[in-house]
């Protein structure tokens, strides 16, 4: 098993900066990738962006490429999501995600789960 625990949302204001963690601890060594989601209220969870558990490839969705970034520290088995540039309608419940087997945007795909952390961008 794999526990994900995230951090650091909160309230930013429109073009400002906030920066998201999430600590892995567990059966990390399974791992292949991990992915960060995210959901509005009334709107269906969807994907923001993965890394390779090597920290070798990055993905995004477009809606925030150029924007966010994410990335990896090994050592610490924790994948930080640095949002950018901050527009309200990223105002969301964003979720930490692991997969066991490949890189994906797919949300069935992912194994284990992070309980959440609010992000509020004010306008």
């Given amino acids: 098993q794999v526990q994900l625990v995230e951090s650091g949302g909160g309230l930013v204001q429109a073009g400002g900066s906030l920066p998201l963690s999430c600590a892995a601890s567990g059966r990390t060594s399974s791992l292949y990738a991990m992915g960060w989601f ?9 994907f923001v962006a993965a890394i390779r558990w090597s920290g070798r490839y990055t993905y995004y969705a ?6 966010f970034t994410i990335s990896k520290d090994n050592a610490k088995n924790t994948v930080y999501l640095q949002v950018n540039s901050a527009k309200p309608e990223d105002t969301a419940v964003y979720y930490c995600a692991a997969d066991d087997r490949r890189l994906s945007t797919g949300i069935h795909e992912y194994d284990y789960w992070g309980q959440g952390t ?3 961008v004010s306008s």
Avoid at 38 to 46: C, I, M
Avoid at 62 to 67: F, L, N, T, Y
């Fill in 38 to 46: 995210r959901q509005a209220p009334g709107k269906e969870r969807e």
């Fill in 62 to 67: 477009d809606s925030v490429k150029g924007r």
């Fill in 118 to 120: 609010q992000v509020t």
